[in-house]
């Protein structure tokens, strides 16, 4: 069984930054699978943040956040970043890491054993 652990959320004020990261299980390697951000905000559907396709490509990202994220991977440490400028009190939300090829784009984020357990991001003033 896959594990995925995201870390770094945080309650952070309007305008500034987290960076968070994703760690997997050894058997899973982020370099070979097209993978994404996710955020479940109280009350909505999951949302597809960003994503980044297999190998060398470059990341693409919801309107509302292009410009102030950053998608990245390192491949020889099997890590996933996401780095969150700017940030907004409309980003507050649980950040999940997952490969779309498991699990779509499901309505509700984080609901079965194919995902980590999430991190929380509150932005706050």
């Known amino acids: 069984q896959v594990q995925l652990a995201e870390s770094g959320g945080g309650l952070v004020q309007p305008g500034g930054s987290l960076r968070l990261s994703c760690a997997a299980s050894?058997?899973?390697?982020?370099?070979?699978?097209?993978m994404a951000w996710y955020r479940q905000k109280p009350g909505e559907e999951c949302e597809m943040v960003a994503t980044?396709?297999?190998?060398?490509?470059?990341?693409n990202y919801r309107d509302s956040v292009k410009d102030r994220f950053t998608f990245s991977r390192d491949t020889e440490q099997n890590m996933l970043f996401l780095q969150m400028n700017a940030l907004k009190l409309e980003d507050t939300a649980v950040y999940y890491c997952?490969?779309?090829?498991?699990?779509?784009?499901?309505?509700?984020?984080?609901?079965?054993?194919?995902w980590g357990q999430g991190t929380q991001v509150t932005v706050s003033s």
């Open positions: 997952n490969a779309p090829s498991r699990v779509g784009l499901p309505r509700q984020c984080g609901d079965n054993d194919n």
């Open positions: 050894s058997e899973f390697a982020f370099s070979s699978y097209a």
């Open positions: 980044i396709p297999r190998g060398d490509g470059s990341p």
